[in-house]
Nanobody, 119 residues
Framework: QVRLVESGGGLVQAGDSLRLSCAAS????????MGWFRQAPGKEREFVAA????????YYADSVKGRFTISRDNAKNTVYLQMNSLKPEDTAVYYC????????????WGQGTQVTVSS
């Protein structure tokens, strides 16, 4: 099992920036990729961005391309999500997930961190 702890959420105004962090511990050698997802009230959880743990390949949802950047620090077992030019529609609980090499599914999740963007 991989334990994930997110931090960095908060209340900001439209156009501001935030950086989320996700610290991983436990069986991190089982991780193929780390991803960020978000869930707004009344909506399903949606993919935001992902990064492979070894090669560093990155993937983004169209809605955040050019505004969000995902990165990793393997030495710290930490993944970051730099969010710029935030919009009210980015308001959601942001979750960090770990994709397993074995299942290629996101098997482990953090507790989530709230991001609220006011207009």
């Amino acid at each position: 099992q991989v334990r994930l702890v997110e931090s960095g959420g908060g209340l900001v105004q439209a156009g501001d920036s935030l950086r989320l962090s996700c610290a991983a511990s436990g069986r991190t050698f089982t991780v193929y990729a780390m991803g960020w997802f978000r869930q707004a009230p009344g909506k399903e959880r949606e993919f935001v961005a992902a990064i492979t743990w070894s090669g560093g390949s990155t993937y983004y949802a169209d809605s955040v391309k050019g505004r969000f950047t995902i990165s990793r620090d393997n030495a710290k077992n930490t993944v970051y999500l730099q969010m710029n030019s935030l919009k009210p529609e980015d308001t959601a609980v942001y979750y960090c997930g770990a994709e397993s090499w074995r299942t290629r599914e996101y098997d482990d999740w953090g507790q989530g961190t709230q991001v609220t963007v006011s207009s």
